[in-house]
């Protein structure tokens, strides 16, 4: 599988949420080499984020709605920051197999959680993780994104000031 393919089209997604003004997350899910559905953050403008519309759950509410019979376990996630608890616990839930991310998630990335220590509902589940795909295409757009006195979501955050204080490689 051409991973840096597959993550652009999740920048292509990021650069949408961007351009609308919203936080710089893109997701697709990919199965038997084309892209199932896609994702783009949302509900990051205004002074109450929604803090239910990830990418990856839009992306996942999409594949609920496909009738057609899928291996959920080959089913990849590409997405272009690491999947926040919420999110990689529906990604569980759902039995995709893989997820490749891009920008690490300083702040609230789940992808680090130990299966051992959760429920059996979750630790049933056994998914592989690739990061830093693009890397520093993703990071582009989340400095674009802070560096934006428009964009207030998460401004003055450790995820703002991590990301800030990456270098550009």
Not at 8 to 23: I, S, T
Not at 116 to 125: D, H, I, V
């Amino acid at each position: 599988m051409d991973y840096n393919f597959f993550m652009n089209k999740a920048l292509d997604q990021a650069r949408k949420a961007l351009a609308q003004g919203e936080f710089p997350v893109g997701c697709i899910l990919v199965y038997e080499g084309g892209i199932l559905t896609t994702g783009a953050r949302s509900g990051t403008c205004g002074p109450f984020p929604n803090e239910t519309e990830h990418a990856e759950m839009v992306a996942l509410k999409k594949l609920a709605k496909i009738k057609t019979p899928l291996k959920k376990h080959e089913i990849t996630l590409f997405c272009t920051m690491e999947p926040c608890l919420m999110c990689y616990g529906a990604i569980l839930l759902s039995g995709i197999g893989k997820i490749v991310y891009a920008y690490e998630d300083a702040m609230g990335g789940g992808t680090g959680c130990d299966l051992e220590s959760l429920p059996p509902l979750y630790r049933q589940n056994r998914l592989s993780i690739v990061p830093n795909i693009l890397r520093h295409e993703s990071l582009a757009l989340f400095k674009a994104f802070f560096t934006s006195p428009a964009n207030k979501y998460w401004q003055g955050s450790f995820l703002a000031s991590y990301t800030l204080e990456q270098q550009e490689r």
